[in-house]
């Protein structure tokens, strides 16, 4: 069955960084790619960006443009997720999701799988 | 971007009622790539329709996904408790994908 575990929950200090991995089994890594998504706590969900496992390739939402960094390694079949220079508005659950790639080698957008979410908290 | 308002914010229902949520965009949904989620209090989202009005792996036919354009609905025919949750909808035809805010469907 198709699974993405990620890892635990993280507190960082403001303009600290932090790194999410989550690692996909169950199905085959490279043919498909991960978004993330985050949820502030009691609010709905955010799409962040996404990589292709197979091409590299990413699409990224503007408002994470030159803060993230979304990475794979096939070799363990884990994607990994990097926002720096955290404020307390980071603070929320992050998730990632398994997500195709279009025939334009972009993210096709329909999240099917799920990781079962990371909390970062931002705090001083 | 594509802004998905979503109504009501909560509905008060009892099993085996009927459930209508509304997702509206503010622009046409391209190829109404339109999908909805299921989320449970500290758990992932769980998708249930994609395309508008295909069921994902897994969804009981008693939810339905109808709509196109700028506007979607989602039917549940029979509450059963596993069906009380928060819904989203989410369109995936225009970067950057974007959500509704949620309906949350609460037992009367």
């Known amino acids: 069955q198709v699974q993405l575990v990620q890892s635990g929950a993280e507190v960082k200090k403001p303009g600290a960084s932090v790194k999410v991995s989550c690692k996909g089994s169950g199905y085959t890594f490279t043919s498909y790619g991960i978004s993330w998504v985050r949820q502030a706590p009691g609010h709905g969900l955010e799409w962040m960006g996404w990589?292709?496992?197979?091409?590299?390739?990413?699409n990224l939402a503007q408002k994470f443009q030159g803060r993230v960094t979304m990475t794979t390694d096939t070799s363990t079949s884990t994607a990994y997720m990097e926002l720096r220079s955290l404020r307390s508005g980071d603070t929320a659950v992050y998730y990632c999701a398994r997500d195709s790639e279009d025939y334009g080698g972009n993210s096709e957008g329909l999240l099917d799988y799920w990781g079962q979410g990371t909390l970062v908290t931002v705090s001083s | 971007e594509i802004v998905l308002t979503q109504s009501p914010g909560t509905l008060s229902l009892s099993p085996g009622d009927r459930a209508t949520l509304s997702c509206r965009a503010s622009?046409?949904?391209?190829?109404?790539?339109l999908a909805w989620y299921q989320q449970k209090p500290g758990q992932a989202p769980r998708l249930l329709i994609y395309?508008?009005?295909s069921w994902a792996t897994g969804t009981p036919d008693r939810i339905r996904g109808s709509g196109s354009g700028t506007d979607f609905t989602l039917t549940i025919s029979r509450l059963e408790p596993e069906d009380f949750a928060i819904y989203y909808c989410?369109?995936?035809?225009?970067?950057?994908?974007?959500f509704g805010q949620g309906t949350k469907v609460e037992i009367k």
């Open positions: 990589i292709s496992a197979y091409s590299d390739n990413r």
């Open positions: 989410q369109q995936y035809g225009s970067s950057p994908w974007t």
């Open positions: 395309g508008a009005s």
């Open positions: 622009q046409s949904v391209r190829s109404n790539q």
